[in-house]
DNA sequence: CAAACATGCAACCAAATGGTTGCATGTTTA
DNA sequence: TAAACATGCAACCATTTGGTTGCATGTTTG
């Protein structure tokens, strides 16, 4: 399993999140390639894919002397699924507010 | 300014979600109570919330002798719309892919 | 087969992170 | 007013993080 925080933690990073958004308009990708201008050294970068692939946020896949890394949503459904719980409650709040003031005036 | 990174990174800790669950449903609650039972000191929880803070995930208010703390909304929708985005996305392949799948058999 | 390619693994390093403790300061309350 | 309360600030520490380099290994290709 992968907790909430450990998701968060994963895409808390400008690099990873690159990364993901890269992964997330391309389908599939060598490592070689989705690692390429990120501003890091190869190892660098790769260091921070295993992170996301950690998180159950990406996945592997060897191919021949390549690897092909793809998306995995999940984990990203997961994540979400708290913000809009989260959200969920504050929408609450300001209609409460909003019959609130309407009683008062 | 918060980039999507740095509310993410902010939610990545599980004392400083377990703090955002506190306040979703507390609506505002002074610094002491929030911080009380997280498993480490107050001044170690009130590091956690500054950092909720200057992501704007969080809010302070003095009053008195008390700092009410309130969830800031507007960076927790910053976020679901990233991660809502990246799902259209799978969603959209995975559309493709059974239509794929219909052709061929 | 040798060279080029795609990748992995490990050691290493500076900086950031997550936590602590001690003490100072303003605010209620008995 | 003195004690209790709510909080802030700063120094300090161990561990994690984000990055590097060097080298080894399996896979294509000329």
Known sequence: MTTEAEIYKALGDPIRLEIVKRLSSKRSCAIGELCQDLGISRQGARKQLQILVNANIA??????????????????QQAQ??????EKVWENRLLALKD???VVR
């Not at 996945?59 to 990203?76: F, M, P, Q």
């Not at 699924?81 to 989260?86: A, D, V």
């Open 59 to 76: 996945s592997l896949n060897s191919v021949g002397r390549e690897t092909k890394v793809a998306l995995d949503i999940k984990s990203l």
């Open 81 to 86: 699924r708290f913000i809009s719980q989260l």
């Open 100 to 102: 609130f003031v309407e």
